[in-house]
């Protein structure tokens, strides 16, 4: 019986095994085929050349996508943007759910309907801009930030990993140490909900890294963070008929160029998010799972 047992837990091994290698090659093929395709012939990569090995290696894409003088600038901006987006929106995440997380807060339940109302209606790219201008914000980092400060949805996974997550003792308790809410919040809510904060901070990383929208319509071009300039190095290689003759090999050669920086361009702006995402992997199960309960 305990052969039979031994068996079959090893048998139901290798099958997961099998699935999550199947799975990992699934979500990962997509991101090494770009990569290989960023340094091969692009007509190559259309003819079906590239399933696993690079063809014709090349850097012409990357060496095009750095040679533009706004490089440099539009990594600091992103990492900047980032790094101030990211705190400044884990911040309202964790004083707006904490708060909806206590049953005995006056007007709990209208708060927490008047955020859920916002998930669902909104004023439209318009009318957020005429607030955007009448509060000054044009131009400034903060019009990147303060209109969508608090992400309701993200909010609501804080709040059910609050009332799901943290004993309510241990909040009593220590409030009747004579901790006031303030200092149980830092030193108990805070330090116990590390695996949450882990999965909102990797969320607004890269809500934050990848937006180009809100930076094209509210700050001028030396403000512009890496998505908009790696767009507008992809827009000006865009060939027209006039600028196809000044380089050799003419259009098809420009073309060529066009295509490799498309590829090359989605590889220098996913490498920063997929560097970092391994260090804060481990904490995602336990964050997320525990923050999607039903509370």
């Known amino acids: 019986m305990k052969k039979t047992h031994s068996m079959s837990d090893r048998t139901s091994d290798i099958i997961l095994v099998a699935v999550t ?7 990962a093929y997509p991101i090494y085929y770009v990569l290989i395709a960023s340094v091969s012939n692009p007509y190559d990569v259309y003819a079906g050349k590239t399933f696993l090995l ?9 060496t095009a996508v750095f040679a533009d003088p706004n490089i440099l600038s539009g990594y600091i901006n992103s990492i900047k943007y980032t790094v101030i987006g990211t705190i400044f929106s884990v911040v309202m995440l964790y004083i707006t759910a904490y ?30 801009f005429l607030v955007v201008k009448q509060t000054h914000l044009i131009d400034s980092i903060w019009a990147l ?12 996974i804080v709040r059910n990993y609050f009332q799901n997550s943290i004993p309510r003792d241990l909040i009593e308790a220590s409030e009747i140490d004579g901790c006031s809410k303030l200092r149980t919040f830092v030193s108990i809510v805070i330090p116990l909900s590390k695996p949450i904060l882990a999965v909102m901070v990797v969320f607004s990383m890269v809500a934050y890294w990848n937006d180009w929208f809100t930076a094209l319509i509210y700050l001028t071009a ?29 259009y098809a050669e420009l073309n060529k160029l066009t295509e490799m920086i498309k590829f090359s361009s989605i590889i220098v702006a996913a490498a920063p998010m997929l560097i970092i995402y391994p260090f804060v992997q481990k904490y995602f199960e336990k964050g997320f799972m525990a923050g999607a309960v039903k509370g």
Request: proline share 8%.
């Open 21 to 27: 290698a199947v799975v990992l090659l699934i979500v």
């Open 54 to 62: 690079p063809s014709e290696f090349t850097l012409k894409g990357y």
């Open 99 to 128: 708060p909806l997380a206590q049953r005995d807060l006056p007007g709990r339940k209208f708060f927490s309907i008047f955020f859920l109302i916002t998930m669902y209606f909104g004023g439209g790219l318009i009318p957020t």
């Open 145 to 156: 930030f303060l209109p969508g400060g608090v992400a309701v949805g993200n909010m609501i």
């Open 222 to 250: 030396d403000k512009a963070p890496l998505p908009l300039v790696l767009r507008n190095i992809l827009i000006k290689s865009s060939a027209s008929a006039s600028q196809a003759s000044t380089i050799s090999g003419g």
